[in-house]
């Protein structure tokens, strides 16, 4: 028995050990749980090393604590094992690991190869590896150059991983448009859908920008504020128009203002989030007492209870960047970033049209029962998403990981605890981001214009 559940283990059907109560699975979507399983886990284990509180709780509740440190030379009192250092050295590990996984995945176009049956299988091995890379990791010497040069590796892992989010959203906006515009070449509702999401995209991004300028500026001071959210609303009327421009329409039928309201919408969202991630602003009053401004009133009593507000923005923070790995990594996406997109007579128009279509009947034709869940086995004629593609969007994610936990280039004072404390850092990636994000959607409407002769299927 115990041979039978190693081998499992270790096998291409770990998935078939599950319940039988738990929904069918397919093998292309259980392997990228497995992944991203691993990918939580460590997540976790740097937020833990991360926290203050818990390493005082362990010092307080774990007996003979001093002598456990110095038995694993981390120190009197784990001080190697807690703090941005040991983030950076567990998230070292983990990034070799996807990275390495990139290199070994490179050209897998077949699911019956052995390179294939190793991704797709071996998750106890696999896990011991990941484990050992990243307590080897604590042992690299001359470990101040390491986390300097690391530093640095970090930071432009981060940026390229948000550019790639960045690009997506782009590409996803274009789809958008592009799947209902091809529904309204044969149904009038689908003009109307169109019609009605617009409006309901620019009614939620003019709000927004109201909603800040009233709650985050002030007539005396607040001038960051006041100029970022007067360029950042200016800016995103600017792209609006430029995409109802007659010259962009005629190399670009199906450019719209559904594409504008999107990137509209993200660009005050992230606006918004720059603006609350801002130190915040303190002046004296008539009493000289310091009065906190450019920050709505209630968001102060919000900030009390802070172990509830970090535990509940740090799990929406790395849901989305799990989302953000797994919807970005399938093969649709990949040859996106590459300039391949599906032509517009192929399109058929859903409501849920980032979803493929079911009917899909080779995935059917293979489906084992192993005395637990349910395994469908799609990738019998071939792989369905880019394995090397997978791995080193994971690759990226663990270095934005590392360097958000570590408040990026506030390190030495970071802490999971004052995880949503205001940082000058934070705020310029995110209002950078919004620039780059808008330059990106500006630049899929005027290349046409500036290079008449190369085609474009945006």
Same mark, same amino acid.
């Given at each position: 028995? $115990? ?8 096998? /291409? ?15 292309? !979507?259980?392997? +990228? ?83 294939? *049956?190793?991704?797709? %299988? ?35 892992? %981060? ?21 209902? !515009? ?7 509702? &689908? ?36 100029? $970022? ?7 995103? $009327? ?45 002046? $004296? ?6 009065? /906190? ?10 900030? +009390? ?7 509940? %923005? ?23 970033? +590459? ?64 360097? /958000? ?16 404390? %205001? ?17 990106? *959607?500006? &630049? ?9 002769? +190369?085609?474009?299927?945006?």
């Amino acid at each position: 028995c $115990l041979t039978f559940q190693l081998a499992c283990c270790c096998g /291409t059907a770990a998935c078939s050990l599950c319940c039988k109560c738990c929904p069918k699975i397919k093998q292309s !979507t259980s392997t +990228r749980f497995m992944y991203a399983l691993y990918f939580i886990l460590v997540t976790i284990i740097c937020c833990v090393m991360m926290s203050t509180t818990v390493a005082n709780e362990m010092k307080t509740h774990i007996p003979f604590y001093k002598q456990m440190c110095k038995g694993i030379q981390a120190g009197e009192m784990c001080e190697k094992l807690v703090g941005y250092s040991a983030v950076y050295k567990v998230c070292f590990g983990m990034a070799c690991f996807f990275f390495l996984f990139f290199l070994f995945t490179i050209k897998i176009n077949s699911s019956k190869s052995c390179r294939a *049956y190793i991704h797709n %299988g071996f998750w106890l091995i696999k896990l011991i590896v990941l484990a050992a890379m990243c307590s080897g990791a604590f042992f690299i010497p001359d470990q101040d150059t390491f986390l300097n040069a690391w530093r640095y590796v970090g930071a432009t892992g %981060g940026f390229l991983f948000i550019a790639i989010q960045l690009i997506l959203l782009v590409e996803f906006a274009h789809k958008w448009n592009k799947n209902w !515009t091809a529904g309204a070449n044969h149904k009038q509702v &689908w003009n109307g859908l169109l019609a009605l999401v617009t409006l309901i995209l620019y009614s939620i991004a003019v709000a927004a920008l109201v909603l800040m300028a009233l709650f985050y500026t002030r007539s005396e001071g607040c001038m960051y504020n006041k100029v $970022l959210i007067g360029v950042n609303g200016g800016l995103c $009327l600017f792209v609006s128009l430029v995409a109802i421009s007659p010259c962009v329409q005629n190399r670009q039928p199906h450019s719209g203002l559904l594409q504008s309201g999107v990137i509209s919408c993200y660009v005050m969202y992230l606006t918004f989030s720059a603006l609350s991630s801002k130190p915040p602003e303190t002046i $004296l009053d008539e009493n000289n007492r310091n009065i /906190t401004i450019c920050v709505p009133e209630f968001s102060q009593g919000l900030h +009390r209870d802070e172990n509830l507000v970090t535990g509940l %923005g740090t799990t929406i923070l790395f849901g989305c960047i799990l989302y953000s790995c797994l919807t970005s990594t399938t093969r649709a996406s990949s040859e996106a970033l +590459r300039g391949i997109y599906a032509t517009a007579e192929t399109e058929v128009a859903r409501c849920c049209f980032c979803c493929v279509p079911d009917g899909d009947a080779d995935a059917e034709e293979h489906v084992e029962k192993r005395g637990g869940q349910t395994v469908v086995y799609d990738e019998k004629k071939g792989t369905v998403y880019s394995y090397a593609y997978f791995h080193f969007v994971f690759f990226l994610a663990s270095l934005y990981v590392m360097m /958000t936990v570590t408040h990026w280039f506030h390190y030495e004072s970071a802490q999971i605890e004052k995880f949503f404390t %205001g940082t000058w850092s934070i705020f310029w990636i995110k209002m950078v981001s919004c620039w780059v994000c808008i330059g990106l *959607y500006l &630049w899929t409407l005027i290349a046409p214009l500036c290079c008449p002769t +190369r085609e474009f299927s945006v």
